[in-house]
Structure formats: structure tokens, C-alpha cells
């Protein structure tokens, strides 16, 4: 089959039954978004992992350069401050 | 032929034999379907079928009461005792043959678990209210690629075209209400099957137009398969592979 045939690439994010935010699971190929979701209910929630599906074209993902991971992510990492752990929490207050 | 025969179990085999028959022929599309999204939708679809088919045969087993368990009914029964309809065991032919057949079926089944879920038998009804959600899932899947399919491609326009000229005339089977119908339906454990039928070409005559795909001409249709007079000669062989094992090892279990 040729590239051209090929269906699009589709990224699949899943919300489980207590998750609060949708997970990315992995991808698959389908011909349009409702073929995609049908798919990934198909491929990713068999298992019953799932309440709820969102599927992106890949091509609709911007990411950021692996070459840039130095500058991009480097930066943060001696900065332990930015972690709330020097803080004292009240009891009261519940697991943060 | 309602003195030799018990009604309530011939029903319950023409449910049972009905998800048995498809889902051993969607099960001969694994590993070779046409994408890898394809193959495991068609997996799944064949274990939810013979899933059903278990719910099924277990009550038809008791009800027959001659000491026949579930798999002796599946396994052990030769093609003249299946009450499948015929158009569930001509072969796969293809992807496009294998989901419109899919979907002239799931077309039937959902307005017909549907109604199957009033029905006066308890057992009936709890069947069905299980069953009825995977057919409506199975609709939408099956519904959606048929329209993509006839919408699509020159080449899978004419497929669809084909496969829905030659499976059109096994499709009016399931509606030829018989004596087992009449029986059920006085008794309430379920409805007459032509009572369904316009709800039935609504639906795939709504989808056809979707999918530029014509509806053949003519009610003629292949019968036999449901009242057990007649299978064609594909059933034989289908049973031959799916049998194959507990003919060979009797009582053979996993």
C-alpha cells in the first residue's frame, strides 16, 4: 500500500474511571475522527480502561525539538525552591 | 410440527445458532484483517457474538433438558440441527461483503433485543437488555463503514455494491414468521420478526442513500436456514473447521 492510501495517524487519549484528565495511550491510523474513535474504543478500552475517548490527527500535534531538550528543560533543574516541600502543612488542611 | 418440537427451544436456538454462525465466520478474520485497528474491531465483534451465543445456548440446554450442555450444542450438532439464517454462513468473501453482512444483521438485531427485552420470559429479557448493547455498538461500527465504504473509492463503491446485490436476497429470511413465531409471539416471549421489518428499511435504506449504494430489486429470499429445512452447502464445511476439535477429542476441555 502506498503512503497515499495510508490512513491518517491519529494520537488516543483516554479518561479511566477515576482519572480526572484524559491519558495518552498511543496512536492508530483510521480515515476520518469517528472511524478513529470507534477504533481506539476498539484497540485501547477493551480492557475496560476507559469512560471517555479523545482522538487529535497527529499531524495537529506541535511538539517541542529533541535537540533543544538542553535550553527547553535544563534550566529547571536546580531550581528545587520551585517545590512547594519547604512548607509546613496543617493537618487541617488535607492531603495537598 | 409444533407436536414434536418444543417451540421455546427452537426459539432459543435461532437467537443462539444466529451469534454462533457470525461469530465463528467474523473470527475468521483474525490476523488477517485488512489494518490492524480492523482485525482487533473484528475480534472483538466475534467474542461479543459468541458471548451472546453462550447466554443463549445455556438456556436452550435447559430447556431442552435431554441432558445436552451448551458446548454439545455448539460443537456436536451436524448442519441439518443449525437454525441459523443462511445469509449469516456464506463465507467472508471479503471485508466488504463480510460488513455489509454485518450490518443488514446488526440492522435486525437492534430493534429486536430491543423488543425482546419485554419480553414474558425473565431469562428472554435478561438476554436481551445484555445483548442490546453490544449490537447498538456493533450497528454504529458497522453502519459507519458502510457508508465509508460506498462513499469512498470507485473500487469500493462497486465491492459494496456487490457484496449488497448478493447478500440482498438472503436478507428477508429472518421475517418469514412461522409456526415457532406464532408460538412465541401468543405467549408473549417475543414479537412477530415481520413486525420489525419497516423499522429494519429504514435504517439500511437510510444508510444505502448515505453510501450511493442501490438497493437490489425484488423480495425474493433464500430461506430454510431458521425452521431447519435447508442450509447451503457452506455451512457443512464451516462446521467441519469449527468442530474440528471436540469431533476429534471428545469431551476435550481447555
Redesign the interface.
Known sequence: MSEKNEWPLWEVFIRGHHGMSHRHVGSLHASDAEHAIRNARDVYTRRNEGVSIWVVEATNVSASSPSEKGPMFDPSRDKVYRHPTFYDLPDEAGKM | MLDTVNPLFEFLLRQGDNTLILGHRTSEWCGVGP????D??LA?TALDLIGQTQLWLDYAAEVEGKGRSTNDLAFLRDAYAFRNILMLEVPNEDFGRTLMRQFLFDAFQVPWLTLLQDSTDQRVSDIAVKSLKEAL?HL??SR?TVI?LGDGTEESNRRMQQALSFLWPYSGEVFCDDEIDYAMAKVKVAPLPSEIRSIWLETVEGAFNLAYLIKPEGDFAHSGGRAGVRHTEHLGHMLATMQVLQRSYPGAKW
Open positions: 489494518a490492524l485497528e480492523e482487533i474491531a472483538n455498538y454504529e461500527r459507519g465509508s
